[in-house]
């Protein structure tokens, strides 16, 4: 976000409080994300707590060598057995016990895929396939020296790496293209959208103050809290979370990208915009509810499309070193490659579209496995991807690589 | 009011105009290439030349170990081990060239080493050495575990070469990594007689690629990193909070990390003023260039203070017991002393040096994912 916007903003919504006095309820949000009816808190975000902590499980198994199994992974990731039976393939029992799982929410949103179910289905199919090519292409490489064509493991600075034949790591394919397909998808496209904040009764529902059966929260509330949970439900504190902290997922890049000088505030702005808008809800002020919504889009889409050009970038200066350092770019174009698939759940502010189109996503990944894949990048069309990306938003690549 | 600007400009010309004559020098001017000259034939190939020395005796003294694991031959292994690990000392900041492909370093000296893996490979019998996985099974780490950290006392170490169901896997395994040693060094020692020598004294630029950049930035890294971090600060627990003596150099040892140690920051002084390897010549350095420049710092001459700053970190690190883990279980406040000493030089290193030469780190922190 540009630093005019930054300053437009308080400016904005002041203009807007003092102009809705008259026929508007005042809305007073409060410091942290902390809402209470009737002396109890009405916040609940535990299913989007949940599939971030199974997320988590899933990237660190994919990576244990000793234990997992393709099985196993297929039933973290579907929490339940092949034939749709009950599964335990948690370390943590509670996720056990849930009925959640991570499958049923990727690509799933009421936005983009209501209506799009072949695509949804591709997507979900696409993390099983990754899973699975995990313990059938790299696990039994494990003991063999990646090279090109050739599975195995490749040294990353004192880190081990473990790639596929191309130099992919199936784990950060996996890990980064959930931030999209999962949580950026079920933000932005969901939980945000009008479409669910308003389905139903919600509306009236939440100007009667009518709460959803067995809960202390309208409709209404419950889902902007999803939203929420999704970037801060895995906090230590979540009403009040440390910036950044968290397992590699949204909070983390977050953290990440607002420790960027060039992109300094946006946590906070983005958080800001999370608690002005459940406080609206409150108050019935829908319009202060949308427009922070509008932030919320730019501003994780913005995070993934940082994150995934800083990573192009660092993968490209490790490549161009007078001794290119494969395995570190292979980890950095790694991640790259997710948070490129990411970019396909991003959504313009006030557009039922993501700032780049699954045809010029697929052709950017396209590019980066072309041929023997990282093996044989080239430089070049790492700077293009990452022109390409940067021209969607309101950053250069420079500020984003740096 | 506008013929005040003019006025003002006017002056401001005439002042820079004047001023011109006692400028400072410009570093392109200086004479790069006698730097890397001195570098290549008076410290880097030298040393290179006596560690490959030191690890053929290395590699023999376990040959003859293991065709008879005896108690003196044991001690003729450890001293070897102990002349080879200081002489590594000498080199392991230039990860460049060869030793960068080879990743040298790290197949050397990564410690903690994994003394599990350890036992798996020597049990298993098949294990492939250039598997970066391995990095931390091989090296003087684990052989310092190999010939100090197998039992309480040397007969029970010795039985594990002699009497043991696995005695013939343990040989093995302990000529295999010696050998491994032996040969990248060899690997590391050609390169820069056959060709690379050459390459890097005429790539005399300036710039990010240039020899002398990437030098500086290797030796900037190597005591931030490896020195000041791996020997001190993280065994003092500077970063995790509490100590943790077991991460020291050499542990198994129990006396030779603060040995280690001390020839390492030798070997960075040593550097930073030109000394020729086991010699008193003082050659072309980055003090040279620093005095060229006249760099100052705070109205002092930089090369004075970097210089002293690493005495003062030598003479605070001469409290320190011998055996790191036994110095930072009694009083760690003396390892805290030392790293703060040696982190004063990270700063006239990094900044002040690095901004007076202009040149740009090449490296930053990995951001941990």
Known sequence: ?402 | MKKYTILLLTVFFVWSCSNNSPSSPNPDDFDREAILVNWADNIIIPAFSDLSETTSQLHSSAESFTTSPTQQNLNSLRNSWENAYLAFQHVSMFEMGEAMQLRFRDNLNIYPTDTTEIKENISEGTYDLELPSLNNSQGFPALDYLIHGLGENDTEILSHYTTSSEAQNYRTYLTDLTLRIDTLTDQILNSWTSGYRDEFVNNSGNGANSSLDMMVNDYIYYYEKHLRAGKIGIPAGVFSGSPLSGHVEAYYSEGFSKALFNEALSASINFFNGTHFEGEADGQSLDDYLDYLNTMKDGADLTSIINNQFQVAMNEAQALNDNFAAQVETDNSLMLATYDELQRNVVNLKVDMLQALNINVDYVDADGD
Request: with cysteine; net charge negative.
């Open chain 1, 1 to 402: 976000m540009k630093l005019s916007n930054i300053l437009l903003f308080p400016i904005l919504a002041f203009a807007i409080i003092a102009c809705d006095n008259s026929n508007e309820p005042d809305i007073d949000p409060p410091a942290t994300y902390e809402f209470t009816r009737n002396g109890e808190s009405s916040v609940s975000f535990t299913g989007q707590t949940t599939r971030i902590q199974m997320a988590a499980e899933l990237t660190s198994a994919m990576m244990d060598f000793d234990n997992s199994t393709e099985e196993l992974l297929l039933e973290m990731y579907r929490n339940e057995t092949a034939t749709g039976g009950d599964a335990d393939p948690f370390q943590n029992p509670d996720l056990n016990d849930a009925t959640k799982n991570i499958k049923g929410k990727v690509a799933a949103s009421t936005d983009y895929f209501a209506s799009n179910t072949q695509l949804s289905a591709e997507i979900k199919n696409q993390f099983e396939n990754w899973l699975s090519a995990q313990i059938n292409e790299v696990f039994p490489n494990e003991n063999t020296l990646a090279a090109a064509g050739q599975p195995g493991q490749i040294a990353d600075g004192s880190s081990t790496r473990y790639v596929n034949g191309k130099g992919f790591e199936y784990n950060q394919l996996v890990g980064k293209s959930l931030i999209g397909a999962l949580m950026a998808d079920q933000m932005l496209n969901n939980y945000l959208s009008t479409s669910v904040l308003d389905a139903g009764t919600n509306r009236e529902d939440n100007n009667e103050g009518t709460l959803a059966e067995g809960s202390n929260y309208t409709n209404m509330e419950h889902k902007w809290d999803e939203a929420y949970g999704y970037l801060f439900g895995n906090a230590e504190n979540p009403a009040d979370p440390a910036i950044g902290e968290g397992n590699g997922f949204l909070n983390t890049y977050l953290g990440r990208v607002d420790g960027d000088d060039d992109f300094a505030g946006i946590a906070q702005e983005t958080y800001e915009a999370f608690i002005l808008g459940r406080a609206a809800i409150e108050a019935g002020a829908y319009d202060v509810r949308d427009e922070q919504a509008q932030i919320i889009r730019e501003n994780i889409s913005t995070v993934i499309a940082v994150r995934a050009v800083y990573y192009l970038q660092s993968g490209k200066a490790a490549l161009e070193q007078s001794t290119p350092d494969f395995g570190a770019a292979f980890h950095d174009l790694s991640e790259a490659y997710g948070f490129i698939y990411s970019l396909k759940f991003s959504r313009v502010p006030n557009s039922d579209s993501p700032y780049l189109s699954s045809q010029e996503i697929d052709a950017m990944l396209a590019q980066l496995e072309d041929g023997e894949g990282l093996w044989d990048v080239e430089t070049s069309s790492l700077d293009q991807m990452s022109e390409t990306i940067a021209a969607q938003f309101d950053f250069t690549v420079e500020e984003a690589a740096n």
